[in-house]
């Protein structure tokens, strides 16, 4: 027969466990969560946490009972040193049976009857007075349309507070999946099908999200951001992207960078209204109001576009933009190019 563990070791090993679960509590209390679930921003992520709620509460209370009850009987019926031999053999129980099925099955349709009915609400036709937005996922950048609006950008969503956005999710490529976690999601971008969603932000506020379905090299480096806005900011952003960029002037930088632009490569990729219409990369009319680039690894400062252009591989591994071979100069006049484009 093998030696039981003493009651030191038993207790040491108990404590070690605790420690470790200790941790991963107070990881939970982080300040810094920007990507949680747990503080949903709209109805819709209301819907969600009420059932991830009444599921964790109902497993926590099935749990305590169960596992009581089991530490109960151990207790109470273990072997006493004066017993030997097996214990009177006992088989079958129809009402005991009985019970322990129905009630999983009560709590199993406890949860079926909400959870149907927020799949119905979530799927169902977007409110009349919803903004459109199209939003296409690529390998690895987000591109969002607004078809009423007339106006497209990239990784940066801009939305008006308050208005509910009617989300088109296509895929230009493979699957990805659109995923703004504290305002809702996370729903899959299907080539060649057109995914529904839709939410209204309750708060002004800048909120990361990120690709959520594995689609290739640089799926960790797929984010995005959303910029929930006031109506009168909203409005003023819309204005500003519809607005046809100025023509730099005469001898400056920009004017050099910009037929850089015009003569190499980035026309057949790139769109830049008046000058090309490439679709193969975002749309860069107003790439100099964004604040961040190549969807979301980097800020957009002139050093990180400059590094941006130099080699994009080397910031983005798999980047379908590829190395161009640009000289300093060149670098420097799209650079100074790009970010006079507001
Ligand atoms: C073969 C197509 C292709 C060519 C040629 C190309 N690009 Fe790109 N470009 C892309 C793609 C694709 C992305 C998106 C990369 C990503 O985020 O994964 C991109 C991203 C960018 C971005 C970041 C935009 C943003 O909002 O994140 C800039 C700026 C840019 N390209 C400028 C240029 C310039 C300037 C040239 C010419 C010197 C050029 N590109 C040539 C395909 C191309
Ligand atoms: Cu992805």
Same mark, same amino acid.
């Given at each position: 027969?093998?030696?039981?563990?003493?009651?030191?070791?038993?207790?040491?090993?108990?404590?070690?466990?605790?420690?470790?679960?200790?941790?991963?509590?107070?990881?939970?209390?982080?300040?810094?969560?920007?990507?949680?679930?747990?503080?949903?921003?709209?109805?819709?992520?209301? *819907?969600?946490?009420?059932?991830?709620?009444?599921?964790?509460?109902?497993?926590?209370?099935?749990?305590?009972?169960?596992?009581?009850?089991?530490?109960?009987?151990?207790?109470?019926?273990?072997?006493?040193?004066?017993?030997?031999? #097996?214990?009177?053999?006992?088989?079958?129980?129809?009402?005991?049976?009985?019970?322990?099925?129905?009630?999983?099955?009560?709590?199993?349709?406890?949860?079926?009857?909400?959870?149907?009915?927020?799949?119905?609400?979530?799927?169902?036709?977007?409110?009349?007075?919803?903004?459109?937005?199209?939003?296409?996922?690529?390998?690895?950048?987000?591109?969002?349309?607004?078809?009423?609006?007339?106006?497209?950008?990239?990784?940066?969503?801009?939305?008006?507070?308050?208005?509910? /956005?009617?989300?088109?999710?296509?895929?230009?490529?493979?699957?990805?999946?659109?995923?703004?976690?504290?305002?809702?999601?996370?729903?899959?971008?299907?080539?060649?099908?057109?995914?529904?969603?839709?939410?209204?932000?309750?708060?002004?506020?800048?909120?990361?999200?990120?690709? /959520?379905?594995?689609?290739?090299?640089?799926?960790?480096?797929?984010?995005?951001?959303?910029?929930?806005?006031?109506?009168?900011?909203?409005?003023?952003?819309?204005?500003?992207?519809?607005?046809?960029?100025?023509?730099?002037?005469?001898?400056?930088?920009?004017?050099?960078?910009? #037929?850089?632009?015009?003569?190499?490569?980035?026309?057949?990729?790139?769109?830049?209204?008046?000058?090309?219409?490439?679709?193969?990369?975002?749309?860069?009319?107003?790439?100099?109001?964004?604040?961040?680039?190549?969807?979301?690894?980097?800020?957009?400062?002139?050093?990180?576009?400059?590094?941006?252009?130099? *080699?994009?591989?080397?910031?983005?591994?798999?980047?379908?933009?590829?190395?161009?071979?640009?000289?300093? *100069?060149?670098?420097? /006049?799209?650079?100074?190019?790009?970010?006079?484009?507001?």
């Amino acid at each position: 027969m093998s030696k039981l563990p003493s009651r030191a070791s038993v207790f040491r090993r108990v404590l070690v466990a605790l420690g470790g679960l200790l941790i991963l509590l107070l990881a939970a209390c982080a300040q810094e969560s920007p990507q949680t679930t747990i503080d949903p921003q709209t109805a819709f992520g209301d *819907d969600i946490q009420y059932l991830l709620k009444l599921t964790f509460f109902a497993a926590v209370g099935v749990f305590i009972l169960v596992e009581g009850f089991l530490i109960f009987v151990v207790f109470r019926y273990r072997a006493h040193a004066s017993e030997t031999g #097996a214990p009177a053999q006992v088989h079958g129980n129809t009402r005991l049976e009985v019970i322990w099925t129905i009630i999983p099955a009560v709590m199993l349709i406890g949860i079926a009857v909400p959870t149907t009915r927020i799949i119905f609400d979530t799927q169902a036709p977007a409110p009349k007075d919803s903004l459109p937005v199209t939003v296409i996922g690529h390998q690895w950048w987000w591109e969002f349309q607004y078809p009423t609006l007339g106006v497209t950008t990239a990784n940066e969503l801009h939305l008006p507070v308050g208005q509910t /956005a009617a989300f088109s999710l296509e895929s230009a490529d493979v699957q990805h999946s659109f995923w703004l976690p504290r305002l809702g999601g996370k729903r899959d971008v299907i080539p060649n099908h057109v995914n529904e969603l839709w939410w209204a932000a309750r708060d002004v506020g800048t909120t990361p999200g990120q690709c /959520a379905q594995y689609c290739g090299t640089s799926h960790a480096n797929m984010r995005m951001i959303a910029v929930v806005q006031s109506q009168a900011d909203f409005s003023q952003w819309v204005q500003a992207q519809k607005a046809q960029p100025a023509q730099p002037p005469d001898g400056s930088a920009a004017a050099a960078g910009r #037929a850089v632009f015009a003569r190499s490569a980035c026309i057949g990729c790139h769109t830049v209204e008046g000058v090309s219409q490439g679709k193969v990369g975002p749309d860069l009319t107003h790439v100099g109001s964004r604040t961040i680039l190549a969807a979301g690894i980097i800020s957009n400062t002139p050093e990180d576009m400059a590094r941006w252009l130099k *080699d994009p591989p080397a910031v983005k591994p798999g980047s379908l933009m590829p190395n161009l071979h640009l000289s300093d *100069d060149d670098v420097n /006049a799209l650079v100074a190019y790009l970010e006079s484009l507001k």
